[in-house]
């Protein structure tokens, strides 16, 4: 049992890391708060002194706010549907005893260690890519006319994007959970005559629930924050454009650092409501 002083030794340990890791949040947070007050204009004549909430208002009656906003929400539940579907399938399948099923899980997971940019240059170029893609070939092969898969399909073609890099998790973290299953369970059910999608509606489901919601907290909270797959593959055009990528423009293409500040004060915002809304499911998922 953790003494008194074992356990001071223990906060005076933890310390220095966890200033670190606090000043390495709340700098950058004081900073965005303090710019978002101010008309910064690095390139046209830098500080221009304090507007109040004018940065707030300017950002939040922009005709590209709500649509960012919305674009942001249909890539998030996009990728999670995708991610969260499939991932039980793969799971499921890589539970099975197979031929070379290490190297089938290894090939699984692959994809999530390769970097955001690289995948999405990829998938421009290899696959959607009008005129020499893979998938422009299938289309011919049926005698079909080439889609444009990224002026005429864009948020569909960045949720196929996202959704393959975050597959790979989802399908770990759930391949995990099943393999924690007691097979007594599923033997029993299957001796009581109980057919297959019985028992995974019944059984394997529900064993499911915490770490499906743990599987989209965790996405959500990093989705939220997708550039490098919209800066690679449309540019924001097309109505791709999220949040995230509305701040950019405002900031570095703008050069108005105090509107995207602000932008960046209701991303973070949002994101508090979404880890809200996800933590109490998670929570109610956990007490079960």
């Given at each position: 049992?953790?003494?008194?002083?074992?356990?001071?030794a223990?906060?005076?340990?933890?310390?220095?890391?966890?200033?670190?890791?606090?000043?390495?949040?709340?700098?950058?947070?004081?900073?965005?708060?303090?710019?978002?007050?101010k008309?910064y204009?690095?390139?046209r004549g830098?500080?221009?002194?304090?507007?109040?909430?004018e940065?707030y208002?300017?950002?939040?009656?922009?005709?590209?706010?709500?649509?960012?906003i919305?674009?942001?929400?249909?890539i998030?539940?996009?990728?999670?549907?995708?991610?969260?579907?499939?991932?039980?399938?793969?799971?499921?399948?890589?539970?099975?005893?197979?031929w070379?099923?290490?190297?089938?899980?290894?090939?699984v997971?692959?994809?999530?260690?390769?970097?955001?940019?690289?995948?999405?240059?990829?998938?421009?170029?290899?696959?959607?890519?009008p005129?020499?893609?893979?998938?422009?070939?299938?289309w011919?092969?049926?005698?079909?006319?080439?889609?444009?898969?990224?002026?005429?399909?864009?948020?569909?073609?960045?949720?196929?994007?996202?959704?393959?890099?975050?597959?790979?998790?989802?399908?770990?973290?759930?391949?995990?959970?099943?393999?924690?299953?007691?097979?007594?369970q599923?033997?029993?059910?299957?001796?009581?005559?109980?057919?297959s999608?019985?028992?995974?509606?019944?059984i394997?489901?529900?064993?499911?629930g915490?770490?499906?919601?743990?599987?989209i907290?965790?996405?959500?909270?990093?989705?939220l924050?997708?550039?490098?797959?919209?800066?690679?593959t449309?540019?924001?055009?097309?109505?791709?454009?999220?949040?995230?990528?509305?701040?950019y423009?405002?900031?570095?293409?703008?050069?108005?650092?105090?509107?995207?500040?602000?932008?960046?004060?209701?991303?973070?915002?949002?994101a508090?409501?979404?880890?809200?809304?996800?933590?109490?499911?998670v929570g109610?998922?956990?007490d079960?």
């Amino acid at each position: 049992m953790a003494t008194q002083h074992s356990r001071s030794a223990a906060r005076l340990m933890m310390a220095p890391a966890v200033t670190l890791l606090l000043g390495w949040m709340l700098v950058p947070l004081a900073m965005t708060l303090y710019f978002s007050f101010k008309k910064y204009l690095p390139l046209r004549g830098g500080d221009l002194g304090w507007v109040g909430f004018e940065n707030y208002v300017r950002f939040v009656t922009s005709s590209a706010f709500w649509p960012s906003i919305q674009t942001t929400l249909v890539i998030v539940g996009g990728v999670l549907v995708i991610t969260t579907v499939l991932g039980v399938a793969l799971a499921l399948l890589l539970d099975q005893p197979m031929w070379g099923q290490g190297p089938v899980r290894i090939l699984v997971i692959a994809p999530f260690f390769v970097m955001p940019t690289v995948s999405a240059l990829v998938w421009k170029n290899m696959f959607m890519d009008p005129n020499y893609g893979l998938l422009a070939d299938l289309w011919r092969a049926f005698g079909a006319e080439p889609v444009q898969w990224l002026s005429q399909a864009s948020v569909p073609s960045i949720i196929m994007i996202v959704a393959w890099q975050w597959l790979p998790f989802a399908t770990l973290i759930l391949l995990t959970a099943i393999q924690s299953l007691d097979s007594e369970q599923l033997e029993a059910a299957e001796m009581d005559g109980a057919p297959s999608p019985k028992r995974f509606w019944y059984i394997i489901l529900p064993h499911l629930g915490r770490a499906i919601s743990v599987v989209i907290l965790i996405q959500t909270i990093f989705l939220l924050g997708i550039f490098a797959e919209i800066f690679v593959t449309t540019g924001g055009a097309f109505g791709t454009k999220t949040l995230t990528y509305l701040i950019y423009q405002r900031v570095l293409e703008s050069q108005n650092v105090g509107l995207g500040s602000a932008g960046g004060v209701y991303a973070i915002i949002l994101a508090n409501i979404l880890a809200i809304f996800l933590m109490r499911i998670v929570g109610k998922n956990l007490d079960n």
